[in-house]
């Protein structure tokens, strides 16, 4: 019969302890640091490219790119001229504060104003891992079902923000923007939704709003 | 989806503990795994069944508690226990939005049954002093 010794340590507990420092050093440096979270396919690479272009006499931003494979979207992200790093998961589900750690070191943060982190997509597992970041950003899109929120929850759950994305693709699906925002809502009452068409740069004045307030909290 | 590596984490903790009280040898391990926490049991069962195959940690019984998701209403701020995570109507006043989750998301290592080294001078290897 062996002793019973109570541990009580939180199996997340080393990327949390690396989620802390790195929020940490980006709260010190005042970067505004954004997890942007969604399925493959979604859109975030798109909406980035946008984004980027569009507050380029703004704001000095950067890139980290998760991916299991390639540098495809390190690339048409940098092409915007922004910083950008690329990590490869090798068959990873989701971003680890250590993988930032690394990509943190391989960028020039000095003077940056926010840093976006491009998540593995995957509409499971990365919400599990913080990376420091001052707010999750979920992007959801029309061609996916409104019923991912309601499926999907912790995500959906942990989001300051969910951007619908390929509104411009609405007379062609099954989907409600209302139903997606109950859904959302019921989750989480505080969330902030926009409707956007990336592609076609449609409704992306409201998040960029969001993102100018953002960034002024972090000043 | 990442059960193995949430494993591979806890018998990161496992080894630290067991250097830290000096165990000798390993019975048991109860871990809590909340409703939201996002790890399924019987994933984390399974890797836990391919992880401890062989090495030091074989044959180590791994318990795994289930802990129910408790809220706390949003509105009127009764804590209850929801049936469904997705629809979490409050008993109290039927509101379905803003509750706080007050557990539920945990997921941690309880304890570890094993036998101890108290002062045993039996020819046991002695405990390992690096990592």
């Known amino acids: 019969m062996g002793k019973t010794v109570t541990i009580v340590r939180n199996v997340m507990e080393a990327n949390e302890r690396r989620a802390a420092k790195l929020k940490d050093f980006f709260d010190k440096e005042r970067i505004l640091c954004l997890n ?17 272009s569009d507050l380029a006499g703004e704001f000095k931003m950067a890139v980290i790119e998760g991916d299991l494979q390639t540098d495809n979207d390190a ?20 971003l680890d504060g250590s993988m930032i750690e690394d990509a943190v070191a391989e960028l020039d943060m000095t003077g940056l104003d926010i840093l976006f982190i491009e998540n593995v997509g995957n509409l499971v597992c990365p919400a599990e ?42 007379p062609y699906v099954d989907f409600n923007l209302e139903t997606a925002s109950a859904h959302a809502r019921k989750l989480n009452k505080d969330i902030q939704i926009f409707p956007v068409a990336a592609s076609k740069n449609d409704g992306l004045a409201a998040w960029y709003d969001w993102l100018r307030h953002a960034r002024a909290a972090k000043r | 989806m990442h059960e193995l590596s949430l494993i591979e984490s806890m018998l990161a903790i496992i080894r630290e503990e067991r250097q830290k009280h000096g165990m000798k040898r390993i019975l048991r391990v109860r871990v809590v795994n909340g409703a939201l926490s996002g790890a399924v049991s019987d994933s984390l069962a399974f890797g836990w069944e391919c992880l401890t195959q062989e090495g030091d940690l074989q044959g180590v019984v791994l318990d795994i508690v289930d802990a129910p998701l408790k809220v706390v209403c949003g509105a009127c701020g009764k804590p209850f226990v929801p049936e469904d995570a997705h629809y979490m109507p409050c008993p109290a006043c039927g509101e379905i939005l803003g509750h706080e989750i007050e557990s539920g998301k945990e997921l941690y290592i309880d304890e570890i049954e094993a036998d101890i080294d108290d002062n045993d001078v039996a020819d046991v290897a002695a405990p390992p002093t690096g990592d």
């Open chain 1, 129 to 170: 891992f913080n990376l420091g970041e001052d707010h999750k950003i979920s992007i959801l899109s029309v061609t996916e079902g409104d019923d991912k929120p309601e499926k999907y929850p912790l995500m959906f759950h942990l989001s300051s923000v969910m951007l619908l994305n390929k509104t411009d693709l609405l």
């Open chain 1, 75 to 94: 690339r048409r992200v940098a092409a915007t001229g922004a910083q950008a790093v690329q990590v490869n998961t090798e068959g990873g589900c989701h």
């Open chain 1, 36 to 52: 942007l979270m969604s399925s493959p396919g979604a859109g975030k690479t798109t909406l980035l490219e946008r984004t980027l």
